[in-house]
């Protein structure tokens, strides 16, 4: 099957900085790519969409100017959680959408802010 | 907002017995996805149901869609050990293209060997 990356796997901050997570389909282009979070033992909450060379579409209550996204190119999106804070401490997954419609899901980034 | 429902949200089971885990959901579909996640890790997809499908096997899965109902349930076979996880259901809104995931709640998997 399709392959999607992550990276990094494990990230620790410190309160106030920025970090970035990157998102690659390997072995096939994805024009749309979906950023997830996921608290422990929930389910996956959809973020946003990302779009190859437009605006990424925000879910109701997600804030926009705290959750950069950026998709490059038809293999990249980067999610950029800026000033981060504990709360924003989360399992952060990323998938990419084929042709078939199928989505294929990273290994998640483990975000620790402290 | 999550539209699925899982049921049940636990199953401990003995290796070699069937696992059923079942999903509800609220609106119209294109499609019913299930995936398995270890603990920590990425999601793994196991199958897709078009809307138009009723069954759907591989390998030791076995998924059913009844939309009538809205609901479907994966049943695994001969379950092993390395078959606990978390188990999601995820169906995309409707219309066509829209393909947003909406995930259930998801039933965490034990097999005791």
């Known amino acids: 099957g399709a392959v999607v990356s992550q990276h990094p796997s494990r990230v620790i901050c410190k309160s106030g900085t920025s970090v970035k997570i990157e998102c690659r389909s390997l072995d096939f282009q994805a024009t749309t790519m979906f950023w997830y979070r996921q608290f422990p033992k929930q389910s996956l909450m959809l973020m946003a969409t990302s779009n190859e060379g437009s605006k990424a579409t925000y879910e109701q209550g997600v804030e926009k100017d705290k959750f950069l996204i950026n998709h490059a190119s038809l293999t990249l999106s980067t999610l950029t959680v800026t000033s981060a804070h504990p709360e924003d401490s989360s399992f952060y997954i990323c998938?990419?959408?084929?042709?078939?419609?199928?989505?294929?899901f990273g290994p998640g980034t483990r975000l620790t802010v402290t | 907002s999550q539209q699925g429902e899982e049921d049940p949200q636990a199953l401990s089971i003995q290796e070699g017995e069937n696992a059923t885990m079942n999903c509800s959901y609220k609106?119209?579909?294109?499609?019913l996805q299930w995936y398995r996640q270890n603990s920590g890790r990425g999601l793994v997809h196991l199958i897709l149901i078009r809307s138009n499908e009723r069954e759907k096997h591989s390998g030791r899965l076995r998924v059913t869609l009844d939309t009538s109902k809205k609901s479907s349930s994966l049943l695994i076979t001969a379950s092993r050990a390395a078959d606990t996880a978390s188990y999601f259901c995820?169906?995309?809104?409707?219309?066509?293209?829209?393909?947003?995931?909406?995930f259930g709640q998801g039933t965490r998997l034990t097999i005791n060997p």
């Open positions: 998938s990419a959408l084929t042709t078939a419609y199928e989505q294929y």
């Open positions: 995820a169906t995309d809104a409707f219309p066509q293209g829209a393909q947003k995931l909406v």
């Open positions: 609106t119209s579909i294109n499609n």
